[in-house]
């Protein structure tokens, strides 16, 4: 059942409370959230108890006890804006709960309590009084939350009691419509398509499996079959057992840091703030440039600052997270959505490689890892087959991958 009195009783306020719920059974109070009019954004202050024991959420909110405010309109300051839900989790709330005011704050509030990260938006400074939702949805319930999903997006009533079966605060691969599962005691997004030609769920599976292939750390992924076409799940990273682990995307962690969003820069805020050990920052650093290329080679140009994340350890340091979101954009732009290299975000290998030394490579490691990805991408079509991707699908994708802009790249490293 819906927990329908935590909406009921909610009145639009000013101001709201941010915890952070890293234990979920004894969560911590952080500061005040405010709106801010002027930006139609939303305002920190730290709590005192959190200036004494606390850490900066982000780099451009220092422990110190003054109101930060967003960096640019429409948003929350620095980790807050994590926190909020994506384009189709605002579309939920305006439609399933549709509250009397829809201030960046109220989106805050009713992204409700498993939104993505460690973070939790509460009416109470004093008592952890989020906003909650029924028990999640399994997976045998995939179709029903299909037929509400659609029910969404053609604006028709969704019976309260139901509600629980679509999560809004996922913030997890933007616009696309999506849920939360519980598979075997673990939270799991399911992504359907969102009307497009191709079964562009099986070809997500299908793509982050092949990464894999190429050395990357990725999402565990599952296609999961639908009446009509599949949906794919992708088991959290910002979940460990009973824990909820602080997340930024490269999106704000960049942004605090002053930094371009770029590979380039992104990998050396890993150097700057990774793990400390210099093997394993030094991992992520490749690992991120192994990821660049293959985005480049299965033409993923969606491949923006907030489709790439970091995850906070107990010591404050930054990790890479897992790569999720990979597949074939399917625009044939030439151009990836972050800086690659010394010519911009142009999609050649010789750009990736012309800024290696930035990913603590040199000349002849960077083209070792490029084969190393050229040779797994060579084999796409197979193993998209093998995933159980169309024939027709295949060759939707063939026209992008395939053309002789990237084939040519490909093929001068295998």
């Known amino acids: 059942m819906t927990d329908a009195k935590s909406t009921v009783s909610y009145r639009p306020t000013d101001r709201l409370y941010l915890w952070l719920l890293t234990q979920p059974d004894q969560p911590l109070p952080v500061g005040e959230l405010g709106l801010v009019r002027t930006t139609q954004g939303v305002s920190l202050r730290y709590a005192e108890s959190w200036l004494r024991r606390g850490f900066a959420l982000s780099e451009d909110l220092p422990l110190i006890d003054q109101e930060f405010l967003p960096a640019e309109k429409g948003t929350a300051a620095g980790a807050i804006d994590d926190a909020r839900p994506d384009r189709w989790g605002e579309r939920v709330i305006r439609v399933l709960d549709k509250p009397p005011r829809l201030?960046?704050?109220?989106?805050?509030?009713?992204?409700?309590?498993d939104?993505?990260?460690?973070?939790?938006?509460?009416?109470?400074?004093?008592?952890?009084?989020?906003?909650?939702?029924?028990?999640?949805?399994?997976?045998?319930?995939?179709?029903?939350?299909?037929?509400?999903?659609?029910?969404?997006q053609a604006n028709?009533?969704?019976?309260?009691?139901?509600?629980?079966?679509?999560?809004?605060?996922?913030?997890?691969?933007?616009a696309r419509p999506k849920a939360l599962?519980?598979?075997?005691?673990?939270?799991?997004?399911?992504?359907?398509?969102?009307?497009?030609?191709?079964d562009t769920p099986l070809i997500e599976h299908a793509s982050m499996t092949l990464a894999a292939k190429a050395g990357i750390r990725v999402a565990r992924t599952m296609?999961?079959?639908?009446?009509?076409?599949?949906?794919?799940?992708?088991?959290?990273?910002?979940?460990?057992?009973?824990?909820r682990i602080h997340s930024l995307t490269a999106h704000v962690a960049l942004r605090a840091?002053?930094?371009?969003?770029?590979?380039?820069?992104?990998?050396?805020?890993?150097?700057?703030?990774?793990?400390?050990?210099?093997?394993?920052?030094?991992?992520?650093?490749?690992e991120l440039f192994r990821r660049m290329v293959f985005n480049i080679l299965i033409d993923n140009t969606d491949d923006h600052e907030k489709n790439h994340a970091l995850l906070l350890t107990d010591a404050q340091k930054y990790e890479l997270a897992p790569?999720?979101?990979?597949?074939?954009?399917?625009?044939?732009?030439?151009f990836q959505q972050m800086r690659v290299g010394e010519q911009e975000a142009d999609s050649t290998l010789a750009n990736a490689l012309s800024m290696a030394r930035m990913f603590g490579l040199d000349r002849g490691e960077a083209v070792e890892q490029v084969k190393r990805?050229?040779?797994?991408?060579?084999?796409?079509?197979?193993?998209?087959?093998?995933?159980?991707?169309?024939?027709?699908?295949?060759?939707?994708?063939?026209?992008?991958?395939?053309?002789s802009f990237l084939a040519d790249q490909r093929r001068e490293f295998v």
């Open 103 to 113: 201030s960046l704050l109220e989106y805050l509030y009713f992204a409700g309590d």
């Open 115 to 152: 939104r993505f990260g460690a973070l939790g938006v509460s009416t109470s400074p004093a008592e952890y009084l989020p906003r909650r939702l029924g028990p999640l949805p399994v997976i045998e319930e995939a179709d029903r939350i299909h037929e509400l999903i659609r029910k969404v």
């Open 156 to 174: 028709e009533r969704v019976p309260a009691a139901q509600h629980r079966l679509i999560s809004p605060g996922v913030t997890l691969g933007g």
């Open 181 to 198: 599962l519980n598979i075997s005691g673990a939270q799991w997004v399911i992504k359907f398509a969102d009307g497009e030609p191709t």
């Open 223 to 243: 296609p999961v079959r639908l009446t009509v076409g599949h949906a794919v799940a992708i088991q959290r990273f910002d979940r460990h057992r009973s824990t």
């Open 257 to 286: 840091a002053g930094e371009r969003f770029g590979y380039p820069e992104l990998a050396q805020l890993l150097r700057r703030r990774g793990v400390l050990e210099k093997d394993a920052y030094l991992a992520h650093m490749r």
């Open 323 to 334: 790569a999720y979101d990979v597949l074939p954009s399917g625009q044939a732009l030439g």
């Open 373 to 403: 990805v050229a040779r797994v991408v060579e084999r796409w079509q197979r193993h998209f087959a093998e995933c159980g991707v169309s024939r027709n699908d295949v060759d939707s994708c063939a026209e992008q991958i395939d053309r």
